[in-house]
Nanobody, 125 residues
Framework: QVQLVESGGGLVLAGGSLRLSCAAS????????MGWFRQAPGKEREFVAA????????YYADSVKGRFAISRDNAKNTVYLQMNSLKPEDTAVYLC??????????????????WGQGTQVTVSS
């Protein structure tokens, strides 16, 4: 089992920045990929970014490329999401996800087997 705990959400003005953190515990030696998804009220869960745990290869949704950056600290078993130039449409609950098996699929919720509880990000105009 892997447990994920997010932090760092909040309220920010459009154009501002936030940094989300997700700390993993438990069977962290089995981590393959960690990522971030978001879900706004009435909408489906949407891929934001992912990072391979060993190589550090990153993947981004087109909507956040150039504004968001995902990174990891393997020693702390923590993944970060730096969000810059935030827009009102970025408002959502942001969820951390992890996968403990090898796969070439990154962009869909079914590709992850562990989830955090989520942290609210609200961007006001």
């Amino acid at each position: 089992q892997v447990q994920l705990v997010e932090s760092g959400g909040g309220l920010v003005l459009a154009g501002g920045s936030l940094r989300l953190s997700c700390a993993a515990s438990g069977r962290t030696f089995s981590l393959n990929v960690m990522g971030w998804f978001r879900q706004a009220p009435g909408k489906e869960r949407e891929f934001v970014a992912a990072i391979s745990w060993s190589e550090g290869t990153t993947y981004y949704a087109d909507s956040v490329k150039g504004r968001f950056a995902i990174s990891r600290d393997n020693a702390k078993n923590t993944v970060y999401l730096q969000m810059n130039s935030l827009k009102p449409e970025d408002t959502a609950v942001y969820l951390c996800a992890a996968r403990t098996y090898d796969s070439r699929t990154y962009y869909y919720p079914f590709a992850y087997n562990y989830w955090g509880q989520g942290t609210q990000v609200t961007v006001s105009s």
